[in-house]
């Protein structure tokens, strides 16, 4: 049973910065991504790094976060700076669920239905 756990949201001014974490239960997976949720809206995908600490950013991001890992602490973690009113939302991390060694070539937030097991997300607000 993959069990990933996020952590780190909270409430913060605008201009100032957050780092989340997401704890996966056993093991690194080949592809691991971060995603978010604003009340009314469809949920995005922000950032995903692969086993071999391959990145991908989606445009509406890039520059202001980064996606890093750990893999001694089967974490992955998301910064995020810069942060303004329009970063408000609920973020998820999730995963292929593959194994380290998968090899894959497609780790990519754009790629939702890739990903099969999801945290239950971390939030932060962000006041202007």
């Known amino acids: 049973q993959v069990q990933l756990a996020e952590s780190g949201g909270g409430t913060v001014q605008a201009g100032e910065s957050l780092r989340l974490a997401c704890v996966s239960s056993?093991?690194?997976?080949?592809?691991m991504g971060w995603f978010r949720q604003a009340p009314g809206k469809e949920r995005e995908g922000l950032a995903a790094i692969d086993s071999d600490g391959n990145t991908k950013y989606a445009d509406t991001i890039k520059g202001r976060f980064t996606i890093t890992q750990d893999d001694a602490k089967n974490t992955v973690y998301l910064q995020l700076n810069s942060l303004s009113a329009e970063d408000t939302a609920m973020y998820y991390c999730a995963t292929d669920g593959m194994p380290a060694t998968f090899g894959g070539t497609w780790c990519d937030s754009g790629r939702q239905a890739d990903f099969r097991y999801w945290g239950q997300g971390t939030q932060v607000t962000v006041s202007s």
């Open positions: 056993k093991y690194n997976y080949y592809c």
